[in-house]
């Protein structure tokens, strides 16, 4: 998402959107537009225009916020070990929803996988991301995903959208899908690559039960 600082700009240097407009010739409207955030399209004429009038870098004026994105977990067999999660950006969702058409599956969601060995207890590791080795094999034999897809969307997350894809995708996986309850300390590699096993992000979270056992997640160490 693209976000505009046209709004805080005017009110730091104490200038109107009718000022500026007369003294750069850009229409009222787009600027209107750009302070609310609302503008769909904008020319790098009036970029240039605008960071040239306010004598600003483009970063002060215009910032690129990476979307959130929605876990599903579609109904699967508990095989106690692994599952698969779909990842979609959230402004997809959204706008399918507001405007009641589906949008393209095939095109907008991302399949990964969570792997949570059952052999661990109370201080478990989880891997979140490429399928990895000890279940490589027989994950892209049952399932028919294109993993460089997956691969090339993991190179870009940040820590954050990371984390947040964590916290959803595990939450249900421990809830639902997991044959162990009994975890305290959870560890999770966010991997990047099914051969090296790169990890670009780690977490350590607290496991929770409420008292109706559900499990919940706390963040205590990001890496």
Known sequence: MIKFHLKKILEKENLSINQVSHDTGINRASLTSMSNNSI???????????????T???????????????????????????????????????NSEKNGVMYNADLNEIPFIVYLPEKYAAFSFCSVGMPIRPVKTKIEKELNFDFKKTKKWLDFLTKEQALNICKQVITVFLNKYAKRKNIEILSVMFNADNVRQEV?????????????GELSLELLKSV
């Open 40 to 54: 769909s399209m904008v020319r790098l004429e009036t970029l240039d225009t605008l960071c040239n009038y306010f």
């Open 200 to 212: 670009m992000s780690s977490f350590v979270f607290n496991v929770n039960k409420n008292s109706n």
């Open 56 to 94: 600003i870098e483009l970063a002060e004026l215009i910032t690129f916020i990476p979307d959130d994105y929605i876990v599903q977990v579609p109904l699967q067999p508990k095989n106690g070990e692994w599952i698969y999660a779909l990842a979609t950006r959230k402004p997809i969702i959204e």
